[in-house]
T-cell receptor, first 111, second 116 residues
Framework: KAGVTQTPRYLIKTRGQQVTLSCSPI?????VSWYQQTPGQGLQFLFE???????NKGNFPGRFSGRQFSNSRSEMNVSTLELGDSALYLC??????????FGSGTRLTVV | AQSVTQPDIHITVSEGASLELRCNYS??????LFWYVQSPGQGLQLLLK??????LVQGIKGFEAEFKRSQSSFNLRKPSVHWSDAAEYFC??????????????FGKGTLLTVNP
């Protein structure tokens, strides 16, 4: 059974650019969540989607957005990148309810 | 708001020794509790979870955790540590945000080093 797949694994962007990260959940999982992991702030919740609807959002600026498609795949977008957006972005999926299974993450570096 | 405290930032143990990683949480209702492990450059792997029922929970890789409501704790234990257990460990509480849906709040993590 395939796990949660995140692409790309690594990304380098310049300040001011935008970026789109992709997440394919485990087959049958309809809930997808995104987390940001940094050395200073640790793991922080970004948002959660279920059946193409955002059900909850964390305390991040509007530059961070996401969406979910009918096949449950999800994307998150960060516009006007800042140096502080450098982080590991983790996607997780679950049956609803159920424990979350995490992907390996996308390492974003903003220069 | 819910919170999770992992008091130990870094723990070093010898291979074969026992291990206990501490976790304290703050949450108003009955919590969903989790332990995840992260190897360098990787995502998070679920070790075990507590939703309800028996307060001693068995997980993968020989780990177990005990939920103690009176102490607001969910400590992770392993009787004999292997070198491959070296990683960072995260405790998390799931906050219900509607129906059965929940979001995770993580502790800052405990880095485990295993000496040969």
């Amino acid at each position: 059974k395939a796990g949660v797949t995140q692409t790309p694994r690594y990304l380098i962007k310049t300040r001011g650019q935008q970026v789109t990260l992709s997440c394919s959940p485990i087959s049958g999982h309809r809930s997808v969540s995104w987390y940001q992991q940094t050395p200073g702030q640790g793991l922080q919740f970004l948002f959660e989607y279920f059946s193409e609807t955002q059900r909850n959002k964390g305390n991040f600026p509007g530059r961070f957005s996401g969406r979910q498609f009918s096949n449950s795949r999800s994307e998150m977008n960060v516009s006007t990148l800042e140096l502080g957006d450098s982080a590991l972005y983790l996607c997780a999926s679950s049956l609803d309810p159920g424990p979350y299974t995490f992907g390996s993450g996308t390492r974003l570096t903003v220069v | 708001a819910q919170s999770v405290t992992q008091p130990d930032i870094h723990i070093t143990v010898s291979e074969g020794a026992s291990l206990e990683l501490r976790c304290n949480y703050s949450y108003g209702a009955t919590p969903y509790l989790f332990w995840y492990v992260q190897s360098p450059g990787q995502g998070l792997q679920l070790l075990l979870k507590y939703f309800s029922g028996d307060t001693l929970v068995q997980g993968i890789k020989g780990f177990e955790a005990e939920f103690k409501r009176s102490q607001s704790s969910f400590n992770l234990r392993k009787p004999s540590v292997h070198w491959s257990d070296a990683a960072e460990y995260f405790c998390a509480v799931g906050e219900l945000i509607g129906g059965s849906n929940y979001k995770l709040t993580f502790g800052k993590g405990t880095l485990l080093t295993v000496n040969p």
